[in-house]
């Protein structure tokens, strides 16, 4: 085995989504936002579980996406595009039954013109200028667009994760003002607005990181783990350097493990001697520049060289590890790389 090995939690997964489910009322629908191949853990494996856990509704980005997971969890559930109908979708969306988050004036024309009695959504702007129509459009089109039908009605809020912000408060506003009276299903919140308590559920929740164990989720059921195995160990004088530009300089003899991942595994070069690994129970501190395929780690205090190390366990989690890198837990879990060997527990026999 000459790469790491991904341990994802299926069972963690379904037990967060029911976490989640349980902190809204009867009549909120929980769905799962699985778009990017399920934040990089493998939507063919998370979606089925979710689905046997009594998920019904998912959330995809693209059209393609979605006609990936229509093949994967056949006819019964819900499957929305938060792309919307883009030019060349029409096809799939069609043969995928999926139903577009429509994002634009442009959009709603190419979708009531190529596809006029497929369902759809509307994508509401409401102050993160990402997607979605906005107050001025709404109020121009909203009723001869409720005459269309559309199956829901959706914002996003763009400080979910930080309850002190602001702007979570006047995003609500906005969306009160823009929906409030019709008679269409409305949701507004992510993982953080599910956290941001029962304001901000309406009448479907989409979270998405925190079903696969990340922040705003603090309690959170951890999803993954990541082993890594060593390529080789061996022993450098005092003043020897390690790794690309020698930015770590051993400052008594020392012992080094090279192991195998690196940044083209979703390790960010940013983690450069910023980052501890485990070697069983002991840690050990990353030394030297992260390459693309390799990492050097201080093993001077340990009594046996180590056959593996382990970068992400319940303990170091992807928050922990985005920290070190300076960025988000969602990027370390949708780069977490494709060469490693991946393991689920919890997977459909
Ligand atoms: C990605 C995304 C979600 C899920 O967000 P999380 O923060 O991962 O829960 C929900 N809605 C929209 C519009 C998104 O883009």
Redesign the pocket.
């Known amino acids: 085995m000459g790469t790491g090995t991904l341990h994802i939690d299926l069972e963690a997964i379904a037990a967060n989504w029911r976490a989640l489910d349980a902190m809204t009322g009867a009549d909120c629908e929980t769905a799962a ?1 699985v ?1 990017a191949n399920a934040y990089g853990l493998g939507v063919t494996q998370v979606a089925p579980r979710l689905f046997r856990e009594g998920c019904r509704a998912y ?1 995809v980005a693209t059209a393609d996406e979605g006609l990936e997971l229509r093949r994967t969890l056949g006819p019964e559930p819900r499957i929305y595009a ?1 792309y919307g109908h883009m030019p060349g979708d029409t096809a799939t969306l069609q043969r995928a039954d999926v139903v577009p988050m429509i994002c634009s004036l442009d959009q709603l024309a190419r979708h009531l013109e190529a596809l006029p009695r497929h369902p759809f959504g509307i994508q509401l702007d409401t102050g993160m200028n990402r997607l979605g129509l906005k107050m001025a459009e709404w109020a121009a089109t909203a009723e001869l667009t409720l005459k269309a039908h559309p199956v829901l009605v959706m914002s ?1 809020l763009s400080d979910g994760d930080d309850p002190e912000s602001p702007r979570n408060a006047d995003q609500l506003a906005r969306f009160h003002e823009m929906t409030d009276g019709i008679e269409v299903p409305r949701s507004l919140a ?3 607005g599910v956290l941001l308590g029962p304001d901000y559920h309406f009448d479907m929740i ?5 079903l696969y164990g990340g922040l705003p989720f603090a309690a959170a059921e951890p999803v993954v783990t990541l082993e890594v195995p060593v390529v080789t160990c061996f022993d450098i004088e005092p003043g020897e350097t390690v790794g690309y530009g020698g930015t770590w300089k051993a400052p008594a003899p020392s012992r080094v493990a090279t192991i195998a991942a690196g940044y083209a595994d979703g390790l960010p070069r940013t983690l450069s001697s910023n980052l501890d690994v485990m070697a069983g129970p002991v840690s050990c501190p990353v030394v030297g520049r992260v390459s693309m395929d390799l990492i050097g780690v201080d093993i001077s205090h340990l009594d046996r060289d180590p056959e593996r190390v382990t970068v992400l366990d319940a303990h170091r989690g992807i928050d922990s590890l985005a920290e070190a890198a300076g960025t988000i837990g ?1 990027e370390i879990l949708t780069a977490l790389g494709r060469r490693y060997g991946r393991r689920y527990r919890g997977l459909d026999a």
């Open positions: 936002t778009k959330f938060f996003h992510a993982t953080g989409r979270p998405g990181v925190g969602y």
